[in-house]
């Protein structure tokens, strides 16, 4: 589906009508190479969503109980997961409204996606794990935009096949080494009240760019599990 516009200037809506205009604004950290890479305004307007976490050494503040806080990893996964599925529809697809329809779908959520991490991730990755980490990090976004970009383009051709696997590819590499080494390795550098503070700004972004965040798993009461038992 093609993004909309939310109430914030400039935020791709994925629950909206499609629209064709998307406000794009060049952020200095990494080439934008896709034309669709949109930027999260919110992030420009007052919302600062990363000043929680980056606060080393003293508490951070919540409103909250601890238990209807958002994990970043649950939240991330679920993106990667929701991303996988959409390649994986591609690969299976004929030529048409369909994988037209996918290839704006996976565009818009994957861009998304990069833009979160890139504004509230990666810049704790800098800090707290190491500038290598987050410049490797930032690279491999790039190149998948170019993927991203080339899909687009390739969506009516022959060789379009082999541009969802190179994509594919891509992420999938990419996935790997943030699910099994990055994020781990940031949790561990932060209290958990920074990390799951960090999951509620990452939530709070994608909400206001009108897109889902998955349910905080809820507690099995005790009497309803003995009575299940029973």
């Given at each position: 589906?093609?993004?909309?516009?939310?109430?914030?200037?400039?935020?791709?809506?994925?629950?909206?009508?499609?629209?064709?205009?998307?406000?794009?604004?060049?952020?200095?950290?990494?080439?934008?190479?896709?034309?669709?890479?949109?930027?999260?305004?919110?992030?420009?307007?007052?919302?600062?969503?990363?000043?929680?976490?980056?606060?080393?050494?003293?508490?951070?503040?919540?409103?909250?109980?601890?238990?209807?806080?958002?994990?970043?990893?649950?939240?991330?996964?679920?993106?990667?997961?929701?991303?996988?599925?959409?390649?994986?529809?591609?690969?299976?697809?004929?030529e048409g409204d369909k994988r037209n329809?996918?290839?704006?779908?996976?565009?818009?959520?994957?861009?998304?996606?990069?833009?979160?991490?890139?504004?509230?991730v990666y810049p704790l990755v800098t800090?707290?794990?190491?500038?290598?980490?987050?410049?490797?990090a930032e690279i491999e976004h790039g190149?998948?935009?170019?993927?991203?970009?080339?899909?687009?383009?390739?969506?009516?051709?022959?060789?379009?096949?082999?541009?969802?696997?190179?994509?594919?590819?891509?992420?999938?590499?990419?996935?790997?080494?943030?699910?099994?080494?990055?994020?781990?390795?940031?949790?561990?550098?932060?209290?958990?009240?920074?990390?799951?503070?960090?999951?509620?700004?990452?939530?709070?972004?994608?909400?206001?760019?009108?897109?889902?965040?998955?349910?905080?798993?809820?507690?099995?009461?005790?009497?309803?599990?003995?009575?299940?038992?029973?």
């Amino acid at each position: 589906m093609s993004p909309g516009v939310s109430q914030y200037s400039g935020v791709p809506h994925a629950c909206s009508e499609p629209s064709s205009e998307l406000v794009s604004v060049p952020n200095e950290s990494v080439e934008r190479n896709h034309p669709n890479a949109t930027v999260w305004s919110v992030f420009d307007e007052g919302m600062d969503v990363r000043e929680p976490v980056r606060r080393r050494g003293g508490a951070v503040p919540t409103t909250r109980k601890q238990d209807a806080m958002n994990d970043p990893s649950r939240i991330l996964k679920a993106d990667h997961r929701e991303v996988e599925k959409l390649m994986k529809q591609l690969g299976e697809s004929d030529e048409g409204d369909k994988r037209n329809a996918l290839v704006e779908e996976l565009t818009t959520k994957l861009t998304a996606h990069m833009e979160i991490e890139e504004r509230i991730v990666y810049p704790l990755v800098t800090e707290l794990v190491g500038a290598e980490d987050e410049e490797e990090a930032e690279i491999e976004h790039g190149l998948v935009r170019k993927a991203l970009s080339q899909l687009g383009e390739m969506r009516d051709k022959p060789g379009f096949g082999a541009a969802v696997e190179m994509l594919a590819g891509g992420v999938g590499h990419h996935v790997e080494e943030e699910e099994t080494e990055l994020l781990p390795e940031l949790k561990d550098a932060m209290t958990r009240d920074e990390w799951l503070s960090m999951g509620d700004d990452i939530a709070k972004a994608k909400r206001a760019a009108g897109m889902k965040v998955p349910r905080t798993p809820g507690r099995r009461s005790s009497k309803r599990s003995s009575a299940k038992k029973g």
